[in-house]
């Protein structure tokens, strides 16, 4: 590619038609950066700080991946995307990957041609409503104003919901979180729905969280995880297994701070293996051996990651749930690297 | 002089007007009172003006300028006894990143440098009276520059595609002398294209490995904020010009096709909100283009609001030539100018002039829709604003964001409004 | 192309007619004519430019299809005939998620046309008042105008409607407000309208013998129900008004022929006013309050906050352009017109309304329609604020879930596109029946 944009601009007719694609890997490695597409903003899983920085649960995911592949965490380009951008960045390589909590849907994998890679949160669609209307079922809800935001799976489960249970509702359609919170606290809907995980987040900002409950009834799954590209496995391996090693290093206790104690061997071979001592997994990948020692180092693993971001020592203050090991009665399953 | 008894023979001296005539008790009547209407008109404009004033102004005079979030800024208000106050904490924490995105903070200099010598190439454009005409050259050079100072990068991009009009010019006057103006012309274009589509590439590598001179590059992706505002705006008025010019040629031309291909362009472009234009750059241009091509959505955006910015500009500029005297032209014609030094000479000059104040109100069209890119989630001010309402310690804000954000492009708009107007009277005296 | 032209027919018979004996040597074509020879070179430039349009469409379109072929996503409009799938809040027919995209696309249009012409309207009343209100001699309400049109000029208009949504979510009382039994909010208009931060309700028309509706076009996406109820009083109505206009034409005779004209107003009035109230009567005419019931106020009709604010923000917006463009045209017509008016012994404002405006009117229009023309665009911006207008279901919602922007994004464009064509040539029709008639 050209040196400067305003070349971008002049020759993308001639020259960088001749700049196809080769492996999203090896072009990743070429750039020297990672483009990774995140929210324009959403509490606990990504928005920039003042210095321009991103965090997030959702952005720890990019860096744990540019730091397996480019060995340097900050080594990436974030692009926001709403709703309605995000596929179209991804299918058309303006980011090498998504992790923007993407439901996993059957449509999106196979008619939009994308590849999910995992889960790294398993969330479900929820309702939050002050504690004053005194609702304590969602099948109560019949006649009542419903904040949704747009550009997500939640207005179609919204629908069905509603649909099954016979009941009316008003839909007030909102493009994004921060507008949603502001029409819900100022009683310009009564009910807000998105992902219980949103709903969480959006509460514990509240002057008074207390004044809200968050109904029982979870309507949907939302199994949210970071996306790819169709038709380019090897590139879908690594952020896979990106992904999988930070959830077993949480699993075989691998953290940040220990990691580089258990980098200089230990009796359990798996661990060996996910930090490169023994066997060749990172050869396999297209990488070096240490690149999953890199990516959890990068924030800790999976447990760390959560607890940093939206644990519930954070202002979000999640539990784990259905997030926790497979182990402690969660979901998080990660296959065994062998 | 008479000497009838009945006539005055000395002046009285003069009165003072009556009270009510004059001074501040006159002036209120005349103009606040006059009649019964106009009486109730002022008075609910005061009880309005009031009202608002009540409302806003013990919510501006808020002591947070250091609140640090917005739990703080509550803490402070309570501690003050301040009811219902602004949080301007957010303000003094995140004016930069409203202002310059996330553009590195220690490179701040190069966009504050290309909007300045941004004035200063438009200076002999815009006040050609009173900016000796020498600085021409450095407006015909900024194109090039401008874009170097906010993307960086090596300094023989921005040379080679100068470089590119050389090349063209030297190959039209070589070949006009060899085979004749036309063909000059035609070999010209033929070679500058080929330049900057094969050649210059090469050239730039090549340089930029013998004498590697630049500046750090920014990528477009840390544009935000205002500075993506205006930089979409000058990028988007600047390319627009000459292909404006071309489209307003050709729907003034006598050329059947040529002109129905302008009228449908325009009528296109102006007949679609940009909103769908930026949908097409947020998700169809990559479609539009050869297989593999990637280019950043702000490049992408840049290049819908170029054309969408055109159209308004060919009309604009057809209505300058369209206000030219036809002595004008006929005066061109009589000379034996050809259409082109015609319209090099005598017709543009004059009709771009007269064009200015217009071109100037497309200019605050654009940047006052350049707000819409938040919509496809490029991160100007609003955009911003929700990014920053996500972040956990600003969650909640609202007025203040949206107060400062309108505050800003009040300040640049009304002045470029106010100057597009002194200008238009400066072209009206100059008419007579 | 090299080909010897033999003749030329017209200067060939030209010259043969003038003289027979000397032939001029007959013109050769040469390539180079094509450019140097003012009578082919407009046809040369023309056909280059014809060739590169066509070869720029060609490239453009054999790459989308290549891009679309890699993608897996031929165009393809059937996605239109799908169930959509999501609810829309403000509906002028019957929908619900079942229905297909194209009927969901089909009720956001006529949500755009709902807030464009609401928009219109109340832009041009403002805009007319605050433009005549700018040039009034009261020093303050000239002041405060100059500001009114200063801030909603310079602000983008995105930033307005977003602005005046927060102010309408902020500042009005919640439903539950109006609640228990010390309620902090009150109903309006003698419990009739209740304004509230979700939309200001109203009391609805409702008829107790209604006649029903007429469903047309069965049951296509398109379906459209014509109330009969209606018609009939726009029938009775229209022929309340004729009979009105024939007594005119006939009082206007009288006139002519005996110089007194009859009184006739009360039955002008009586002709257009009794056979309608009959008919309201015997449909069972009355209204339907607005109720706080459960969540929200039911019954009456709900104009929501979003259309609310979208259409305060366009039409506050475009009034301050119109403002200026009134002045201006204003302005414009010489100071003789206004003496010669007050000399004739008008007042004020008639002179205005009688002389002014008239004569104004002329100049704003042309500027008007562009006005009107950038707010039925700018309602595209109802997405601000959720407002499901047609950018806000066929280019949001259904393209977001069903993944064809293509498709959805030429089809927003075509709507807009015709919408566009359709009042630009509405308002230049009536722009010529205005024009000054030169004779």
């Given at each position: 590619m050209k040196k400067t944009v305003l070349f971008g601009a002049l020759t993308i007719a001639g020259l960088a038609a001749g700049a196809a694609a080769a492996g999203t890997l090896d072009d990743v490695k070429a750039r020297g950066k990672l483009n990774c597409g995140v929210t324009t903003g959403l509490v606990g899983f990504a928005a920039p700080d003042a210095n321009g920085e991103w965090h997030g649960f959702d952005v720890a995911v990019c860096r744990a991946v540019a730091a397996a592949v480019l060995g340097d965490q900050n080594a990436i380009e974030f692009v926001p995307t709403t709703g309605k951008t995000r596929f179209t960045a991804l299918a058309s390589g303006e980011v090498d990957m998504l992790a923007r909590n993407t439901t996993w849907t059957f449509s999106r994998d196979v008619d939009l041609k994308f590849e999910f890679v995992g889960v790294n949160y398993y969330d479900g669609q929820g309702f939050m409503v002050p504690k004053s209307l005194g609702v304590s079922s969602a099948k109560e809800l019949d006649g009542a104003t419903v904040c949704i935001q747009t550009g997500t799976t939640t207005e179609l489960n919204l629908a069905d919901f509603f649909r099954s249970n016979n009941i009316s509702y008003e839909p007030v359609p909102i493009e994004t979180n921060a507008e949603a919170q502001q029409q819900y606290l100022a009683g310009a809907c009564d009910v807000y729905t998105t992902d219980a995980s949103g709903l969480a987040a959006t509460r514990a900002t509240f002057e008074n969280p207390g004044d809200h409950v968050i109904l029982p009834e979870i309507i949907s799954k939302e199994p949210l995880g970071p996306l790819v590209r169709h038709g380019d496995p090897e590139w879908g391996d690594l952020v896979r297994w990106t992904l999988n090693a930070l959830i077993s290093a949480e699993e075989l206790g691998i953290t940040s701070a220990n990691i580089d104690e258990l980098k200089?061997?230990?009796?359990?071979p798996e661990i060996n293996r996910i930090l490169g001592t023994e066997g060749k997994l990172g050869e396999m990948l297209g990488l070096d051996a240490d690149w999953a020692y890199r990516a959890i180092k990068a924030n800790g693993n999976y447990g760390e990651i959560f607890a940093k971001n939206i644990g519930e020592n954070t202002p979000v203050g999640l539990a784990r749930g259905l997030n926790a090991q497979w182990k402690e009665g969660g979901l998080l399953y990660s296959p065994p690297f062998r | 002089m008479s000497d009838k008894a009945y006539v005055r023979t000395e002046m009285l001296e003069p009165r003072d007007p009556p009270p009510s005539s004059v001074g501040p008790i006159h002036w209120i009547r005349e103009n606040l009172f006059a009649t019964w209407f106009d009486a109730i008109l002022t008075i609910l404009s005061a009880a309005a003006i009031i009202g608002l004033l009540i409302e806003v102004v013990p919510w501006l005079l808020s002591p947070t300028w250091g609140g640090t979030s917005l739990d703080n800024c509550r803490k402070i208000l309570a501690a003050a006894n301040h009811?219902?106050?602004?949080?301007?904490?957010?303000?003094?924490e995140r004016w930069l990143q409203m202002l310059f995105g996330f553009y590195p903070a220690e490179l701040y200099w190069r966009p504050i440098a290309a909007f300045v010598l941004l004035g200063v190439a438009l200076a002999p454009v815009l006040f050609s009276d009173k900016v000796p005409g020498k600085l021409l050259y450095f407006t015909a050079a900024y194109p090039f520059f401008f874009p170097w100072l906010l993307w960086g990068g090596t300094i023989w991009g921005p040379l080679a595609a100068a470089a590119g009009f050389f090349i063209g010019y030297g190959v039209y006057v070589v070949a006009s002398r060899m085979v004749g103006n036309l063909t000059g012309v035609i070999a010209g274009i033929l070679a500058a294209i080929i330049w900057w589509l094969v050649l210059s590439g090469y050239a730039v590598d090549a340089l930029a490995g013998i004498a590697p001179i630049g500046i750090e590059p920014v990528?477009?992706?840390?544009?935000?904020?205002?500075?993506?505002?205006?930089?979409?705006?000058?990028?988007?008025?600047?390319?627009?010009?000459?292909?404006?010019?071309?489209?307003?040629?050709?729907?003034?031309?006598?050329?059947?096709?040529?002109?129905?291909?302008?009228?449908?362009?325009?009528?296109?472009i102006r007949g679609v909100p940009l909103i769908t234009l930026l949908f097409v750059a947020s998700t169809l241009l990559n479609i539009f283009m050869p297989p593999g091509t990637d280019f950043d959505i702000i490049l992408r955006v840049l290049i819908m609001v170029t054309l969408f910015a055109s159209a308004y500009m060919a009309e604009v500029i057809r209505g300058g030539l369209a206000a030219l005297p036809k002595g004008q032209y006929e005066a061109a014609d009589a000379l034996g100018l050809d259409y082109w030094k015609a319209q090099r000479l005598v017709i543009m000059p004059q009709a771009l002039k007269i064009s200015i104040p217009g071109i100037v109100s497309t200019f605050i069209g654009v940047f006052k829709d350049t707000t819409l890119v938040s919509i496809i989630g490029l991160l100007d001010p609003?955009?911003?604003?929700?990014?920053?309402?996500?972040?956990?310690?600003?969650?909640?804000?609202?007025?203040?964001?949206?107060?400062?954000?309108?505050?800003?492009?009040?300040?640049?708009?009304?002045?470029?409004?106010?100057?597009?107007?002194?200008?238009?009277?400066?072209?009206?005296?100059?008419?007579? | 192309m090299?080909?010897?032209?033999?003749?030329?027919?017209?200067?060939?018979?030209?010259?043969?007619?003038?003289?027979?004996?000397?032939?001029?040597?007959?013109?050769?074509?040469?390539?180079?004519?094509?450019?140097?020879?003012?009578?082919y070179r407009s046809a040369t430039i023309q056909v280059i430019a014809l060739m590169g349009f066509m070869l720029l469409a060609a490239w453009l379109i054999n790459n989308t299809a290549q891009n679309l072929a890699a993608l897996g996503k031929p165009i393809d409009f059937g996605f239109l005939s799908e169930p959509a799938g999501y609810d829309i809040n403000q509906r002028l027919l019957d929908y619900n998620s079942q229905d297909s995209h194209l009927r969901a696309a089909f009720m956001g249009l006529l949500n755009t046309l709902v807030v464009a012409v609401l928009g219109c309207a109340t832009a041009t009343i403002l805009g007319v008042i605050i433009g005549v209100l700018r040039l009034s001699h009261n020093w303050l309400v000239s002041r405060l105008m100059t500001i009114y049109v200063e801030a909603f000029r310079n602000v983008p208009v995105l930033l307005w409607i977003v602005f005046i949504m927060a102010i309408l979510i902020e500042t009005l009382p919640a439903p539950r407000a109006f609640r228990g039994d010390n309620p902090t909010a009150e109903m309006m208009l003698g419990d009739s309208v209740a304004v509230t931060n979700r939309g200001v309700y109203i009391p609805e028309v409702l008829f107790s013998?209604?006649?029903?509706?007429?469903?047309?076009?069965?049951?296509?996406?398109?379906?459209?129900?014509?109330?009969?109820?209606?018609?009939?009083?726009?029938?009775?109505?229209?022929?309340?008004?004729?009979?009105?206009?024939?007594?005119?034409?006939?009082?206007?005779?009288?006139?002519?022929?005996?110089?007194?004209?009859?009184t006739t107003w009360y039955l002008r009035l009586g002709v257009v006013l009794v056979p309608l109230l009959v008919v309201l009567w015997w449909l069972g005419f009355h209204f339907g309050y607005p109720e706080l019931k459960g969540f929200n106020f039911r019954g009456g009709t709900h104009l929501r906050n979003s259309l609310i604010a979208l259409w305060l923000a366009l039409s506050l917006y475009t009034a301050a352009f119109i403002a200026e463009i009134v002045r201006a045209g204003i302005m414009a017509i010489p100071k003789g017109q206004t003496e010669a008016a007050a000399a004739l012994g008008l007042r004020p404002r008639r002179i205005m309304s009688l002389v002014i405006l008239p004569q104004a009117l002329r100049i704003i229009i042309p500027p008007l329609i562009s006005n009107y023309l950038n707010?039925?665009?700018?309602?595209?911006?109802?997405?601000?604020?959720?407002?499901?207008?047609?950018?806000?279901?066929?280019?949001?919602?259904?393209?977001?879930q069903t993944g064809r922007e293509l498709e959805c994004v030429l089809l927003l464009m075509l709507v807009y596109l015709l919408i566009s064509l359709s009042i630009s040539a509405v308002m230049n029709w009536y722009n010529e029946s205005v024009k000054l008639k030169e004779r």
């Amino acid at each position: 590619m050209k040196k400067t944009v305003l070349f971008g601009a002049l020759t993308i007719a001639g020259l960088a038609a001749g700049a196809a694609a080769a492996g999203t890997l090896d072009d990743v490695k070429a750039r020297g950066k990672l483009n990774c597409g995140v929210t324009t903003g959403l509490v606990g899983f990504a928005a920039p700080d003042a210095n321009g920085e991103w965090h997030g649960f959702d952005v720890a995911v990019c860096r744990a991946v540019a730091a397996a592949v480019l060995g340097d965490q900050n080594a990436i380009e974030f692009v926001p995307t709403t709703g309605k951008t995000r596929f179209t960045a991804l299918a058309s390589g303006e980011v090498d990957m998504l992790a923007r909590n993407t439901t996993w849907t059957f449509s999106r994998d196979v008619d939009l041609k994308f590849e999910f890679v995992g889960v790294n949160y398993y969330d479900g669609q929820g309702f939050m409503v002050p504690k004053s209307l005194g609702v304590s079922s969602a099948k109560e809800l019949d006649g009542a104003t419903v904040c949704i935001q747009t550009g997500t799976t939640t207005e179609l489960n919204l629908a069905d919901f509603f649909r099954s249970n016979n009941i009316s509702y008003e839909p007030v359609p909102i493009e994004t979180n921060a507008e949603a919170q502001q029409q819900y606290l100022a009683g310009a809907c009564d009910v807000y729905t998105t992902d219980a995980s949103g709903l969480a987040a959006t509460r514990a900002t509240f002057e008074n969280p207390g004044d809200h409950v968050i109904l029982p009834e979870i309507i949907s799954k939302e199994p949210l995880g970071p996306l790819v590209r169709h038709g380019d496995p090897e590139w879908g391996d690594l952020v896979r297994w990106t992904l999988n090693a930070l959830i077993s290093a949480e699993e075989l206790g691998i953290t940040s701070a220990n990691i580089d104690e258990l980098k200089k061997g230990t009796n359990n071979p798996e661990i060996n293996r996910i930090l490169g001592t023994e066997g060749k997994l990172g050869e396999m990948l297209g990488l070096d051996a240490d690149w999953a020692y890199r990516a959890i180092k990068a924030n800790g693993n999976y447990g760390e990651i959560f607890a940093k971001n939206i644990g519930e020592n954070t202002p979000v203050g999640l539990a784990r749930g259905l997030n926790a090991q497979w182990k402690e009665g969660g979901l998080l399953y990660s296959p065994p690297f062998r | 002089m008479s000497d009838k008894a009945y006539v005055r023979t000395e002046m009285l001296e003069p009165r003072d007007p009556p009270p009510s005539s004059v001074g501040p008790i006159h002036w209120i009547r005349e103009n606040l009172f006059a009649t019964w209407f106009d009486a109730i008109l002022t008075i609910l404009s005061a009880a309005a003006i009031i009202g608002l004033l009540i409302e806003v102004v013990p919510w501006l005079l808020s002591p947070t300028w250091g609140g640090t979030s917005l739990d703080n800024c509550r803490k402070i208000l309570a501690a003050a006894n301040h009811d219902g106050g602004a949080c301007w904490g957010v303000i003094s924490e995140r004016w930069l990143q409203m202002l310059f995105g996330f553009y590195p903070a220690e490179l701040y200099w190069r966009p504050i440098a290309a909007f300045v010598l941004l004035g200063v190439a438009l200076a002999p454009v815009l006040f050609s009276d009173k900016v000796p005409g020498k600085l021409l050259y450095f407006t015909a050079a900024y194109p090039f520059f401008f874009p170097w100072l906010l993307w960086g990068g090596t300094i023989w991009g921005p040379l080679a595609a100068a470089a590119g009009f050389f090349i063209g010019y030297g190959v039209y006057v070589v070949a006009s002398r060899m085979v004749g103006n036309l063909t000059g012309v035609i070999a010209g274009i033929l070679a500058a294209i080929i330049w900057w589509l094969v050649l210059s590439g090469y050239a730039v590598d090549a340089l930029a490995g013998i004498a590697p001179i630049g500046i750090e590059p920014v990528e477009s992706r840390k544009f935000g904020g205002f500075m993506l505002s205006i930089t979409i705006g000058v990028v988007a008025i600047g390319a627009s010009l000459p292909l404006g010019i071309v489209l307003a040629l050709g729907r003034q031309s006598d050329l059947m096709i040529v002109k129905y291909l302008s009228v449908w362009f325009i009528e296109f472009i102006r007949g679609v909100p940009l909103i769908t234009l930026l949908f097409v750059a947020s998700t169809l241009l990559n479609i539009f283009m050869p297989p593999g091509t990637d280019f950043d959505i702000i490049l992408r955006v840049l290049i819908m609001v170029t054309l969408f910015a055109s159209a308004y500009m060919a009309e604009v500029i057809r209505g300058g030539l369209a206000a030219l005297p036809k002595g004008q032209y006929e005066a061109a014609d009589a000379l034996g100018l050809d259409y082109w030094k015609a319209q090099r000479l005598v017709i543009m000059p004059q009709a771009l002039k007269i064009s200015i104040p217009g071109i100037v109100s497309t200019f605050i069209g654009v940047f006052k829709d350049t707000t819409l890119v938040s919509i496809i989630g490029l991160l100007d001010p609003l955009g911003l604003s929700n990014a920053i309402r996500a972040d956990s310690a600003w969650n909640g804000i609202v007025w203040e964001l949206y107060g400062f954000i309108a505050l800003i492009f009040f300040v640049f708009t009304f002045s470029m409004s106010r100057y597009s107007m002194y200008l238009e009277r400066k072209l009206h005296t100059g008419h007579r | 192309m090299n080909r010897r032209h033999e003749t030329r027919p017209e200067c060939h018979g030209d010259f043969s007619v003038m003289t027979t004996l000397t032939d001029p040597p007959k013109e050769q074509f040469r390539l180079s004519m094509l450019l140097y020879d003012m009578r082919y070179r407009s046809a040369t430039i023309q056909v280059i430019a014809l060739m590169g349009f066509m070869l720029l469409a060609a490239w453009l379109i054999n790459n989308t299809a290549q891009n679309l072929a890699a993608l897996g996503k031929p165009i393809d409009f059937g996605f239109l005939s799908e169930p959509a799938g999501y609810d829309i809040n403000q509906r002028l027919l019957d929908y619900n998620s079942q229905d297909s995209h194209l009927r969901a696309a089909f009720m956001g249009l006529l949500n755009t046309l709902v807030v464009a012409v609401l928009g219109c309207a109340t832009a041009t009343i403002l805009g007319v008042i605050i433009g005549v209100l700018r040039l009034s001699h009261n020093w303050l309400v000239s002041r405060l105008m100059t500001i009114y049109v200063e801030a909603f000029r310079n602000v983008p208009v995105l930033l307005w409607i977003v602005f005046i949504m927060a102010i309408l979510i902020e500042t009005l009382p919640a439903p539950r407000a109006f609640r228990g039994d010390n309620p902090t909010a009150e109903m309006m208009l003698g419990d009739s309208v209740a304004v509230t931060n979700r939309g200001v309700y109203i009391p609805e028309v409702l008829f107790s013998n209604s006649l029903g509706d007429v469903h047309l076009f069965g049951n296509s996406p398109l379906r459209f129900d014509v109330s009969l109820d209606l018609v009939v009083i726009l029938i009775v109505l229209g022929l309340g008004l004729w009979v009105s206009r024939l007594i005119k034409i006939r009082a206007d005779r009288i006139q002519e022929a005996t110089g007194d004209r009859p009184t006739t107003w009360y039955l002008r009035l009586g002709v257009v006013l009794v056979p309608l109230l009959v008919v309201l009567w015997w449909l069972g005419f009355h209204f339907g309050y607005p109720e706080l019931k459960g969540f929200n106020f039911r019954g009456g009709t709900h104009l929501r906050n979003s259309l609310i604010a979208l259409w305060l923000a366009l039409s506050l917006y475009t009034a301050a352009f119109i403002a200026e463009i009134v002045r201006a045209g204003i302005m414009a017509i010489p100071k003789g017109q206004t003496e010669a008016a007050a000399a004739l012994g008008l007042r004020p404002r008639r002179i205005m309304s009688l002389v002014i405006l008239p004569q104004a009117l002329r100049i704003i229009i042309p500027p008007l329609i562009s006005n009107y023309l950038n707010l039925t665009k700018n309602s595209s911006l109802a997405i601000a604020v959720g407002y499901m207008d047609i950018t806000g279901t066929l280019g949001g919602i259904t393209m977001n879930q069903t993944g064809r922007e293509l498709e959805c994004v030429l089809l927003l464009m075509l709507v807009y596109l015709l919408i566009s064509l359709s009042i630009s040539a509405v308002m230049n029709w009536y722009n010529e029946s205005v024009k000054l008639k030169e004779r």
